[in-house]
Structure formats: C-alpha cells, structure tokens
C-alpha cells in the first residue's frame, strides 16, 4: 500500500464529504449552514487541489481541472457570506443563503466528478 496513494485519495474524498455536510439541510436556511463547515471544506479542497498538481496523466489533468472549479465556487460563496455580513451589512438573508448553497452545490459535483474519476483511475490500474 503506497501512503502517498491514501493521503491523495483520503483528501479527495474528504473534499466531497465535507462540500456535501455543508450543502444539504434548507437551501434557504442560514441554521443549515454553519460557516465553519464551509470553511472546513475550502481548506481540505484547497490541499486536495495542491495534492493533485503532480498528476501527469489526463485524468490527473480532469481531477485538478474538477478541484480548481471546486474551489472556485467554494471560495466565490465564502466572499459572498463576507459580503453580506461584513461589507453590506445584510446579514444571512433567505436568497443570500440559497446562493451560497447553490455555489457550494456546484462544488460538489466537481467533487463527484473527481472522486469518479479516482475510482475509474483506481480500477485502470488493477487491470
């Protein structure tokens, strides 16, 4: 068992988990969504995205393609929550909350993609 191989699919897979803790509940619902949550899943896709920069293969181009848009529209969702609560002073509205969520649910299925393409790259090379 190569140590390398369960740290890189470990943060993979733990991107996707923690993007899909943060998107279910109310999509309008601020109780829903706790900021730290969000935050946890920047952090580890942001490693994971970092992890899979030495990938030379196309797949391992598609998976940092997957985590660079992750991690854009993870990001572009914690501006919007520091906009609204800091900047505009809005607060966590029903219609700022469903944008977040959409943002990170648009994230998550780039983490779907790349925990997909990890399987499929997994079981290429049992073969």
């Known amino acids: 068992m190569n140590p390398a191989k369960v740290a890189f699919g ?15 509940g109310d999509i309008d619902n601020p109780d829903h969504h706790h900021v730290y949550e969000l935050f946890a899943a920047i952090v ?7 992890l899979k920069l030495g990938e030379r293969s196309h797949i391992g181009a598609t998976l940092l393609a997957s985590s660079l848009v992750a991690d854009l529209q993870l990001v572009a969702g914690a501006v919007i929550w520091g906009i609204a609560e800091h900047v505009s002073g809005i ?4 219609g700022v909350t469903a944008s977040i969520v959409s943002l990170a649910g648009g994230a998550m299925l780039a983490n779907i993609v ?14």
Request: aromatic share 12%.
């Open 44 to 50: 580890v896709n942001l490693i994971a995205t970092v």
């Open 114 to 127: 790349s925990v997909v393409l990890l399987v499929i790259d997994t079981v290429m090379l049992n073969r």
């Open 10 to 24: 470990f943060f993979i897979v733990l991107a996707m988990t923690l993007n899909f803790g943060f998107f279910i």
């Open 91 to 94: 607060g966590l509205t029903p």
